[in-house]
């Protein structure tokens, strides 16, 4: 019984070394060194190459190494039969939100203007937008947007959320299923993204959707890049529907050095950070999952493959 470790764009050995804390006795293993492929049963996996997972015959459990698990559905070769399981961690909550707070901060200070007045020498304050004139919308209202929703609430931010099921969320005025989508947009000036990636929710930040927002109207897509319709944005923002937006994750990653989003002068990009796994914090869980896939018992954050998240 082995635990393979496969992943792109992140370094495998912090994810050995965590887990190996846990218990020296793991027979871990990082691809493409898997050695036997028989002897894989579990897989710790972010952004797999498609295809790789079919070549272990007696894999029973794939273990995002953070919350989305879109990465993992999208294989059109991945096995039938298999467990899937995700990360939860208030860690990752604390963090999207001291991230989600510094970008709206930023937004109502106008710093994207100071940071490109800058290369001027341009001196030009304007008093930052206020507070009670902003509503911030937070488009799903799970593990992390149930939270975030409730912190910018406590903060005399008026919040408005948007789930598939309903919820009671004090402060917060909550919003249900495609019927009450557009109320939702409607009343939103800030709009926070924080739906996992599903065929449901594939490409819903587009023209029709944006235009719906409240006038001042920004975007902070901290979800998934195919979320959003690039070119719509770039319409939104040169017709003034949108000020601007920030960016932490996109539909190619890394985004490409000659990718538009880096010169805008109206989009900050950040490097799909908002909310970073540590292995350390997160090793017991993904340990505890392996070990209940050995024992067959029920395990940790089981995603519903139907729902897709
Ligand atoms: P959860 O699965 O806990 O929550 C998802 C929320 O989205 C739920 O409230 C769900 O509604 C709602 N939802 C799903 N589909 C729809 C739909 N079609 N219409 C309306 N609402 C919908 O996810 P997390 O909060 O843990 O994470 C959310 C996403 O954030 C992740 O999938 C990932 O893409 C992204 N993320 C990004 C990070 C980053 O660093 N940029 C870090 C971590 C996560 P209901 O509650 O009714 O089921
Ligand atoms: C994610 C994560 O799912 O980093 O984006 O956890």
């Known amino acids: 019984m082995t635990l393979l470790v496969i992943c792109q764009n992140k370094e495998p050995q912090p994810w050995v070394d965590a887990l190996m804390k846990i218990d020296s006795r793991l027979d ?34 794939v273990s995002s190494m953070g919350a989305g698990v879109d990465h993992i559905l999208q294989d059109p070769q991945l096995p039938s039969g298999l467990k899937l399981v995700r990360i939860i961690d208030p860690g990752l909550v604390d963090d999207m939100f ?17 940071f490109n007045y800058q290369a001027s020498g341009r001196w030009s304050p304007d008093a930052p937008l206020k507070k009670s004139a902003l509503t911030i919308g937070v488009m799903g209202l799970g593990q992390l947007g149930e939270v975030v929703a409730s912190r910018f609430a406590a903060q005399n931010f008026k919040v408005v959320g948007w789930s598939t099921s309903e919820k009671n969320i004090p402060q917060v005025t909550a919003f249900v299923g495609e019927s009450q989508q557009k109320e939702f947009f409607n ?12 065929d449901a929710t594939r490409s819903i930040l587009n023209a029709v959707n944006l235009s719906q927002l409240k006038k001042p109207a920004y975007l902070i897509n901290v979800g998934r890049g195919q979320h959003l319709v690039e070119d719509d944005l770039r319409h939104l923002l040169e017709s003034e529907k949108l000020s601007g937006a ?40 993904i340990v505890q999952n392996y070990q209940q896939t050995f024992l067959g018992l029920p395990l940790l954050n089981q995603v519903d493959l139907n729902r897709g998240y």
């Not at 691809?31 to 710790?44: H, K, M, S, V, Y």
């Not at 989600?100 to 109502?108: E, F, I, K, N, T």
Request: net charge neutral.
């Open 28 to 61: 871990i293993r990082i691809w493409p060194d898997e050695g036997e492929p028989n002897d894989i049963t579990f897989a710790l996996v972010w952004q797999h190459p498609h295809g790789v997972l079919q070549r272990y015959p007696n894999l029973k459990t």
């Open 98 to 114: 001291d991230y989600l707070s510094m970008a709206v901060a930023s937004y109502r200070h106008h710093q994207h203007r100071y």
């Open 187 to 198: 009343r939103t000036n800030i709009l926070i993204n924080l739906l996992p990636l599903t």
């Open 246 to 285: 920030c960016l932490d994750v996109f539909s190619e990653e890394p985004l490409s050095v000659d990718h538009w989003f880096w010169r805008h002068p109206q989009i900050k990009v950040t490097p799909h950070v908002s909310s970073l796994t540590q292995p350390d914090r997160v090793a017991p869980q």
